[in-house]
Protein backbone atom coordinates (compact mmCIF):
# COMPACT_ATOMS: atom_id res chain seq x y z
CA UNK A 1 0.00 0.00 0.00
CA UNK A 2 1.58 3.52 -0.95
CA UNK A 3 2.02 6.31 1.45
CA UNK A 4 -1.05 8.73 1.06
CA UNK A 5 -0.75 12.28 0.47
CA UNK A 6 -3.27 14.84 1.51
CA UNK A 7 -4.16 17.58 -1.39
CA UNK A 8 -6.95 19.68 -1.80
CA UNK A 9 -9.57 16.78 -0.03
CA UNK A 10 -8.49 14.40 -2.22
CA UNK A 11 -5.40 11.68 -2.71
CA UNK A 12 -2.46 10.49 -4.31
CA UNK A 13 0.71 8.53 -4.04
CA UNK A 14 3.61 10.48 -3.43
CA UNK A 15 5.72 8.38 -6.53
CA UNK A 16 3.34 9.87 -8.49
CA UNK A 17 4.19 13.16 -10.42
CA UNK A 18 1.61 16.07 -9.57
CA UNK A 19 1.12 16.69 -13.41
CA UNK A 20 0.41 12.54 -13.92
CA UNK A 21 -2.89 13.43 -11.40
CA UNK A 22 -5.95 14.65 -13.00
CA UNK A 23 -8.30 15.50 -10.46
CA UNK A 24 -12.10 15.25 -11.54
CA UNK A 25 -14.08 16.50 -8.17
CA UNK A 26 -17.89 17.22 -7.28
CA UNK A 27 -17.79 18.27 -3.67
CA UNK A 28 -20.48 19.00 -1.00
CA UNK A 29 -20.13 22.61 -0.02
CA UNK A 30 -24.12 23.06 0.58
CA UNK A 31 -24.60 21.83 4.40
CA UNK A 32 -23.22 20.89 7.81
CA UNK A 33 -22.46 17.28 6.48
CA UNK A 34 -23.19 17.05 2.80
CA UNK A 35 -21.31 14.29 1.02
CA UNK A 36 -19.26 14.74 -2.41
CA UNK A 37 -17.32 12.70 -4.65
CA UNK A 38 -13.84 12.95 -6.20
CA UNK A 39 -12.31 10.77 -8.82
CA UNK A 40 -8.62 10.72 -9.13
CA UNK A 41 -6.89 9.48 -12.14
CA UNK A 42 -3.70 7.68 -11.23
CA UNK A 43 -2.10 6.41 -14.42
CA UNK A 44 -4.69 3.64 -15.69
CA UNK A 45 -6.36 3.64 -11.95
CA UNK A 46 -9.27 5.54 -11.54
CA UNK A 47 -9.80 5.79 -7.94
CA UNK A 48 -13.37 7.32 -6.45
CA UNK A 49 -13.46 9.04 -2.99
CA UNK A 50 -16.08 10.76 -0.67
CA UNK A 51 -16.11 13.28 0.81
CA UNK A 52 -18.22 15.56 3.89
CA UNK A 53 -18.22 18.63 4.89
CA UNK A 54 -18.83 19.88 8.48
CA UNK A 55 -18.54 22.70 10.32
CA UNK A 56 -15.87 22.98 13.13
CA UNK A 57 -16.68 25.13 16.91
CA UNK A 58 -15.65 28.40 14.78
CA UNK A 59 -18.20 27.83 12.24
CA UNK A 60 -15.66 27.07 9.45
CA UNK A 61 -16.32 24.16 6.65
CA UNK A 62 -13.70 21.62 7.24
CA UNK A 63 -13.91 19.10 4.57
CA UNK A 64 -12.79 15.52 5.21
CA UNK A 65 -13.01 12.15 3.59
CA UNK A 66 -15.65 10.03 4.10
CA UNK A 67 -13.60 7.64 6.29
CA UNK A 68 -10.86 9.47 8.28
CA UNK A 69 -7.77 7.55 8.65
CA UNK A 70 -4.96 9.98 9.72
CA UNK A 71 -4.98 12.34 12.49
CA UNK A 72 -2.88 14.67 14.00
CA UNK A 73 -3.52 16.50 17.23
CA UNK A 74 -1.71 19.24 18.41
CA UNK A 75 -4.33 19.94 21.35
CA UNK A 76 -2.95 17.56 24.17
CA UNK A 77 -6.79 16.96 25.23
CA UNK A 78 -8.43 16.31 21.96
CA UNK A 79 -4.94 13.39 21.59
CA UNK A 80 -6.42 11.90 24.20
CA UNK A 81 -9.86 12.07 23.59
CA UNK A 82 -9.17 10.79 19.87
CA UNK A 83 -6.45 7.86 21.51
CA UNK A 84 -9.49 6.74 24.30
CA UNK A 85 -12.07 6.36 21.02
CA UNK A 86 -10.02 5.12 18.36
CA UNK A 87 -6.18 5.25 19.19
CA UNK A 88 -5.49 3.88 15.65
CA UNK A 89 -6.43 6.94 13.83
CA UNK A 90 -3.30 8.99 15.46
CA UNK A 91 -0.59 9.73 13.58
CA UNK A 92 1.24 12.74 15.00
CA UNK A 93 0.67 14.67 18.67
CA UNK A 94 2.66 17.36 20.24
CA UNK A 95 5.47 16.65 22.62
CA UNK A 96 2.67 17.85 25.78
CA UNK A 97 0.30 14.89 24.52
CA UNK A 98 0.99 13.13 27.78
CA UNK A 99 -2.38 10.85 27.52
CA UNK A 100 -2.63 8.47 27.15
CA UNK A 101 1.34 7.49 28.66
CA UNK A 102 1.65 5.17 26.15
CA UNK A 103 0.88 6.40 22.87
CA UNK A 104 3.59 6.28 20.49
CA UNK A 105 3.01 8.07 17.74
CA UNK A 106 5.51 10.86 16.08
CA UNK A 107 6.15 14.19 18.27
CA UNK A 108 5.17 17.85 16.54
CA UNK A 109 6.61 19.81 18.87
CA UNK A 110 4.59 22.11 20.85
CA UNK A 111 0.90 24.14 20.51
CA UNK A 112 2.38 27.26 20.30
CA UNK A 113 5.56 26.02 17.75
CA UNK A 114 4.37 23.16 15.70
CA UNK A 115 6.31 20.99 12.86
CA UNK A 116 4.89 22.26 10.02
CA UNK A 117 6.99 20.30 7.92
CA UNK A 118 6.41 17.28 9.92
CA UNK A 119 2.69 17.65 10.09
CA UNK A 120 2.49 17.76 6.12
CA UNK A 121 5.37 14.79 5.74
CA UNK A 122 2.70 12.78 7.84
CA UNK A 123 -0.23 13.64 5.28
CA UNK A 124 -3.28 13.89 8.29
CA UNK A 125 -6.65 13.91 6.74
CA UNK A 126 -7.19 16.23 9.59
CA UNK A 127 -5.56 18.37 12.22
CA UNK A 128 -6.97 18.92 15.33
CA UNK A 129 -6.70 22.30 17.17
CA UNK A 130 -7.80 24.89 19.66
CA UNK A 131 -8.76 28.56 19.06
CA UNK A 132 -7.05 29.51 22.58
CA UNK A 133 -4.02 26.67 22.48
CA UNK A 134 -2.99 27.50 18.63
CA UNK A 135 -1.46 30.50 16.88
CA UNK A 136 -4.15 31.00 13.81
CA UNK A 137 -0.58 31.96 11.77
CA UNK A 138 0.45 28.38 11.98
CA UNK A 139 -3.25 26.48 11.31
CA UNK A 140 -3.82 29.02 8.20
CA UNK A 141 -0.41 27.81 7.19
CA UNK A 142 -2.01 24.16 7.57
CA UNK A 143 -4.80 25.03 5.61
CA UNK A 144 -2.74 26.84 3.06
CA UNK A 145 -1.07 23.22 2.43
CA UNK A 146 -4.17 22.05 1.59
CA UNK A 147 -4.78 20.14 5.02
CA UNK A 148 -8.15 19.97 6.69
CA UNK A 149 -7.99 21.87 10.39
CA UNK A 150 -10.86 21.11 12.66
CA UNK A 151 -10.72 24.13 15.64
CA UNK A 152 -12.32 23.74 19.02
CA UNK A 153 -13.52 26.60 21.65
CA UNK A 154 -15.17 25.84 24.26
CA UNK A 155 -15.36 27.99 26.64
CA UNK A 156 -18.34 26.10 29.43
CA UNK A 157 -18.33 22.42 30.08
CA UNK A 158 -21.41 22.00 28.20
CA UNK A 159 -20.11 23.37 24.95
CA UNK A 160 -16.98 20.98 25.61
CA UNK A 161 -19.41 17.50 25.84
CA UNK A 162 -21.02 19.23 22.49
CA UNK A 163 -17.77 20.23 20.74
CA UNK A 164 -16.21 16.98 21.54
CA UNK A 165 -19.37 14.89 20.39
CA UNK A 166 -19.34 16.79 16.58
CA UNK A 167 -15.64 16.11 16.81
CA UNK A 168 -15.63 12.53 17.71
CA UNK A 169 -19.29 12.16 15.26
CA UNK A 170 -17.24 13.67 12.26
CA UNK A 171 -14.15 11.46 12.80
CA UNK A 172 -14.79 8.14 14.37
CA UNK A 173 -18.47 8.51 13.25
CA UNK A 174 -20.11 8.70 16.80
CA UNK A 175 -20.09 9.40 20.15
CA UNK A 176 -17.61 6.99 22.45
CA UNK A 177 -19.14 5.74 25.99
CA UNK A 178 -16.90 7.46 27.81
CA UNK A 179 -18.26 10.61 26.54
CA UNK A 180 -21.86 9.79 27.40
CA UNK A 181 -20.26 8.92 31.22
CA UNK A 182 -19.07 12.26 31.07
CA UNK A 183 -22.63 14.01 30.26
CA UNK A 184 -24.10 11.79 33.09
CA UNK A 185 -21.64 13.03 35.31
CA UNK A 186 -22.18 16.84 34.69
CA UNK A 187 -25.79 16.74 34.26
CA UNK A 188 -26.52 17.06 38.27
CA UNK A 189 -26.32 20.73 39.75
CA UNK A 190 -24.41 21.75 42.24
CA UNK A 191 -26.68 22.75 45.53
CA UNK A 192 -24.14 22.99 48.65
CA UNK A 193 -22.01 25.54 50.36
CA UNK A 194 -20.13 28.06 47.73
CA UNK A 195 -17.10 29.41 47.98
CA UNK A 196 -14.73 32.55 46.55
CA UNK A 197 -11.37 31.68 44.91
CA UNK A 198 -9.17 32.98 42.84
CA UNK A 199 -7.05 30.39 40.60
CA UNK A 200 -3.95 31.64 39.73
CA UNK A 201 -2.52 30.10 36.20
CA UNK A 202 1.08 31.58 36.18
CA UNK A 203 3.63 33.05 38.25
CA UNK A 204 6.41 35.84 37.01
CA UNK A 205 3.97 37.42 36.46
CA UNK A 206 0.83 36.53 38.65
CA UNK A 207 -1.51 35.68 36.17
CA UNK A 208 -5.05 34.16 37.22
CA UNK A 209 -8.37 32.69 35.50
CA UNK A 210 -10.52 35.58 34.49
CA UNK A 211 -13.71 36.02 32.33
CA UNK A 212 -15.25 33.16 29.82
CA UNK A 213 -13.11 30.02 30.84
CA UNK A 214 -13.62 26.49 30.60
CA UNK A 215 -12.02 25.93 33.79
CA UNK A 216 -13.71 28.36 35.86
CA UNK A 217 -17.10 27.53 34.16
CA UNK A 218 -15.80 23.44 35.51
CA UNK A 219 -15.38 25.39 39.38
CA UNK A 220 -18.42 26.77 39.29
CA UNK A 221 -20.10 23.74 38.60
CA UNK A 222 -18.78 22.45 41.88
CA UNK A 223 -19.64 25.62 43.75
CA UNK A 224 -16.22 27.75 43.36
CA UNK A 225 -17.09 30.60 41.91
CA UNK A 226 -14.12 32.81 40.48
CA UNK A 227 -13.66 36.58 42.04
CA UNK A 228 -12.29 37.61 38.54
CA UNK A 229 -15.20 35.88 36.54
CA UNK A 230 -16.29 39.82 35.36
CA UNK A 231 -12.37 40.92 34.16
CA UNK A 232 -12.38 42.66 30.97
CA UNK A 233 -9.42 39.62 30.10
CA UNK A 234 -9.61 36.19 30.29
CA UNK A 235 -6.21 35.94 31.98
CA UNK A 236 -5.37 38.84 33.76
CA UNK A 237 -2.16 39.68 35.79
CA UNK A 238 -2.87 39.88 39.31
CA UNK A 239 -1.54 40.90 42.58
CA UNK A 240 -1.77 38.85 45.31
CA UNK A 241 -1.52 41.34 47.49
CA UNK A 242 -4.64 43.59 45.75
CA UNK A 243 -7.55 41.35 45.38
CA UNK A 244 -10.77 41.40 45.74
CA UNK A 245 -12.43 38.99 48.96
CA UNK A 246 -11.68 35.40 48.62
CA UNK A 247 -12.14 32.33 50.68
CA UNK A 248 -9.29 30.31 48.65
CA UNK A 249 -6.83 29.94 46.16
CA UNK A 250 -7.57 26.79 43.83
CA UNK A 251 -3.56 26.45 42.36
CA UNK A 252 -3.50 23.82 39.63
CA UNK A 253 -0.38 21.91 38.62
CA UNK A 254 -0.58 23.23 35.00
CA UNK A 255 0.21 25.71 33.22
CA UNK A 256 2.29 26.73 35.51
CA UNK A 257 3.68 23.90 38.04
CA UNK A 258 2.32 24.82 41.30
CA UNK A 259 2.47 22.86 43.97
CA UNK A 260 2.68 23.03 47.80
CA UNK A 261 5.95 24.41 48.01
CA UNK A 262 5.78 26.70 45.44
CA UNK A 263 2.42 29.18 44.88
CA UNK A 264 0.71 29.06 48.64
CA UNK A 265 2.98 31.07 50.36
CA UNK A 266 2.35 34.15 48.27
CA UNK A 267 -1.23 34.30 49.52
CA UNK A 268 -2.74 35.04 52.74
CA UNK A 269 -5.84 32.70 52.70
CA UNK A 270 -6.25 28.52 52.42
CA UNK A 271 -4.26 27.26 49.01
CA UNK A 272 -5.59 23.91 47.70
CA UNK A 273 -2.98 22.26 45.03
CA UNK A 274 -5.37 20.57 42.13
CA UNK A 275 -4.73 18.71 39.66
CA UNK A 276 -4.49 20.64 36.04
CA UNK A 277 -5.29 18.41 33.47
CA UNK A 278 -8.46 17.51 34.86
CA UNK A 279 -9.63 21.12 35.75
CA UNK A 280 -8.03 22.43 32.42
CA UNK A 281 -8.80 19.60 29.45
CA UNK A 282 -12.01 18.63 28.11
CA UNK A 283 -12.18 15.01 27.62
CA UNK A 284 -11.70 11.77 28.85
CA UNK A 285 -11.05 13.69 32.53
CA UNK A 286 -14.14 14.87 32.66
CA UNK A 287 -15.32 11.61 33.50
CA UNK A 288 -13.60 11.44 36.55
CA UNK A 289 -12.96 15.12 37.22
CA UNK A 290 -15.89 16.22 39.21
CA UNK A 291 -15.05 13.66 41.82
CA UNK A 292 -11.88 13.83 41.76
CA UNK A 293 -11.19 17.75 42.12
CA UNK A 294 -13.99 17.73 44.66
CA UNK A 295 -11.97 16.10 46.86
CA UNK A 296 -8.63 17.71 46.00
CA UNK A 297 -11.18 21.04 46.90
CA UNK A 298 -12.72 19.75 49.84
CA UNK A 299 -16.30 19.94 48.59
CA UNK A 300 -18.76 18.24 50.09
Given at each position: ???????????????????????????????????????????????????????????????????????????????????????????????????????????????????????????????????????????????????????????????????????????????????HDAREVWSTPYDGMRRRAVIPIWRRPW??????????????????????????????????????????????????????????????????????????????????????????LGVP
Open positions: MPKILVEKGFRRTPSMPETDNKFLATRGRFGPDLAGSASVVLGNVLIEEESKSMYDDLHNVVELPREVRRVVSIVPSLTESIAATDAGKIVGATDWCTHPADLDVTRVRGTKNPDLATIRALAPDVVLANAEENRAVDLDALRAAGIAVWVTAPTTVPESLDSLGRMLSAIVGAEPRWLMALGRDTFAGDLLTRIGIDNILRESSERYPRIDPDALPEYDIVVLPDEPYAFSPDDGPEAFGKPAKCVSGRHLTWYGPSLVEARSLLSGQ
